[in-house]
């Protein structure tokens, strides 16, 4: 653990802004690590410092990594905070998309959703390697605070509202290809360790890699 002077992420009503700051580096555990299957805590501490810091760092880490959202639980905290953004690029297949500034969710909530339901394909830092088509509701309504207690609610539809579903789940405990019923429906684009405990946890995902690592032995491949 070490600490280095670098910009930083703060929460101002929803949306991030940046500041100087130090900031303590976070990682993304292995997908081993228990804490993703765990059901995270709700935040309480509004306004200090230590969350600040950690919404500032988790933004940090998912700009590095290229990625549209994190949730905590991704680096090991079990706390309900997650960060999204919605980049000004065209996500072939999904409508309604607009870009949406990096903003931090504390303690979200989908207190309703549609009943139309669309099926896409969905990657996550946690399961690298791993791709998969999940259904789930086109459009949903999320309540949340931002790091210093204000209340906000997002109407999402749209990738938006895909991401925002996917960084929930990891509040639950829940990975993608938990959402996946169809061994079809989850493919591998890079060679995967058979032998890793994770696919253990998770008798379909590991059905899938067994079959298809038969199949085509040392291969990537896309269903």
Not at 119 to 130: D, Q
Request: glycine share 6%; with cysteine.
């Amino acid at each position: 653990m070490r600490f280095q002077p670098r910009t930083r992420v703060a929460c101002e009503g929803g949306a991030l802004k940046v500041r100087l700051a130090f900031r303590m580096a976070l990682n993304l555990i292995p997908e081993t690590d228990p804490v993703l299957r765990d059901i995270a805590k709700p935040i309480a501490d509004y306004g200090s410092r230590r969350l600040l810091r950690l919404a500032g760092e988790m933004e940090d880490l998912r700009a590095e990594e290229c990625a549209l959202g994190l949730a905590a639980p991704q680096v090991g905290v079990s706390e309900r905070i997650i960060v999204v953004e919605i980049p000004d690029d065209d996500f072939v297949g999904i409508p309604e998309t607009c870009p949406v500034p990096a903003t931090v969710l504390v303690n979200p909530e989908i207190v309703w959703q549609t009943e139309q339901l669309i099926k896409l394909p969905e990657g996550c830092l946690s399961l690298c390697g791993l791709m998969g088509n999940v259904l789930r509701p086109s459009r949903i309504q999320v309540e949340a605070h931002d790091v210093e207690g204000n209340p906000f609610t997002i109407m999402a539809d749209g990738w938006l509202a895909r991401v925002l579903q996917h960084e929930i789940d990891h509040l639950d405990g829940i990975l993608y290809p938990d959402r996946i019923e169809e061994p079809g429906e989850l493919w591998i684009v890079e060679t995967l360790d058979l032998t890793d405990p994770v696919w253990a946890r998770n008798p379909t995902v590991r059905e899938i890699l067994e079959r298809r690592n038969t199949n085509s032995p040392g291969e990537a491949r896309m269903a």
